[in-house]
Structures are given as structure tokens and as C-alpha cells.
């Protein structure tokens, strides 16, 4: 199986909510560009994440809205920050690292919200026959070989494998390049 690589940044995502308190009360995020899963995509808007050490400008949100808000910082962010976020899963946020995300109109100050990602791939559920959720598989990309790798399966995906940009610089992998599904 061929799966086209997509490479992410630190990023966020937020609730309804916190997008009022952040940007104004009803505000609308607009679309930058839309991403490699349906319906998803990278806004105009940007934040600032703050730390009791650092802060860092110009951090993307994802939208649209979601159920809950979500930090995705890079395994380099954590000395910066002087945080240390879980390498997880999506939406597994018990424990998570607090941080606060500062917009034009306001700023809050997030509980167990920020994480790194882990590298996995997003599949179809009529193209998942042989896989099951979370279930961890090995890529090869090149003459790289990536471990720790997780299905996520949902009627709504695109087949993609995501990694973010600390993963891809270290081991030469761009954007758009394709991982093969290494059998044992």
C-alpha cells in the first residue's frame, strides 16, 4: 500500500468557544487552504502560545471547530516552552501539558491540552479490511524504515500518513513523499 506523506507543523485546534473568546463572539476562521483530510483545513488566523518561559507568534489553527481544543507542539518546542507534552494520539489529552493560546481578543490559559502527535495514518474505513484502530505498523519511506506508527480509521479519512516537521527534517522526508506499508 502507497500512502502519501503529509508533514505538520506545531498547530492548534479549538472549540467554538474558544475561538469566540480568542477572536471575537461569532467569529468565522477563514480558510487558507484546505488539507490532505475532507473538510479540514488551515486558516488565515494564527495565534500566539505562551509559556512560562516563551512565547511563540504565528502558530496555525486547523479548522473547523472542534469538540475540544488541542495544542500540537514539536518535540523542539519542549525546551523552548520548558514544557513536557506526551507523545500521543489525538484527543488524548488526560495529562496533558497546559498552555495558554493568546488571540487578538482575548487569551486563555488551557488545562491538559497540549501534546505531540504521533505518526500515524489516516485510512478509510472500505480501505481498512485488514487493519484495526490505534493498531501500531511499520512504513518505509525510502531507505528509512518509521516504527510507532498508528491507524486511525473513520468513514471520513483520506488515506495519509502524518508526521510532523521535527520527524520528517530528521529523517529527509518532505512533503508529499510516499511511504510503503512494511510487512514483518
Do not use: W
Request: glycine fraction near 6%.
Amino acid at each position: 500500500m502507497q500512502i502519501k506523506i503529509g508533514v505538520s507543523n506545531r498547530h492548534v485546534h479549538l472549540t467554538r468557544e474558544d475561538v469566540d473568546i480568542l477572536f471575537g463572539k461569532n467569529y468565522e476562521l477563514t480558510v487558507r487552504n484546505y488539507l490532505d483530510q475532507p473538510g479540514q483545513f488551515a486558516t488565515e488566523e494564527t495565534v500566539t502560545l505562551k509559556s512560562q518561559t516563551n512565547t511563540k507568534e504565528f502558530v496555525r489553527i486547523v479548522g473547523p471547530v472542534r469538540e475540544y481544543t488541542q495544542v500540537e507542539v514539536l518535540e523542539t518546542d519542549k525546551e523552548y516552552f520548558g514544557i513536557n507534552p506526551p507523545t500521543r494520539n489525538s484527543g488524548d489529552l488526560k495529562g496533558a501539558e497546559d498552555i495558554t493560546i493568546m488571540g487578538p481578543k482575548g487569551e486563555i490559559h488551557k488545562k491538559n491540552t497540549c501534546i505531540i502527535a504521533n505518526r500515524h495514518i489516516h485510512i478509510n474505513t472500505r480501505e481498512a479490511s485488514n487493519f484495526h484502530e490505534d493498531e501500531i505498523v511499520k512504513v518505509k519511506v525510502g531507505s528509512t524504515v518509521l516504527d510507532s506508527v498508528h491507524i486511525k480509521i473513520s468513514d471520513n479519512f483520506a488515506l495519509a500518513l502524518h508526521i510532523n516537521k521535527d520527524d520528517a527534517e530528521k529523517n529527509n522526508i518532505k512533503n508529499g513523499d510516499i511511504a510503503i506499508l512494511k510487512e514483518d
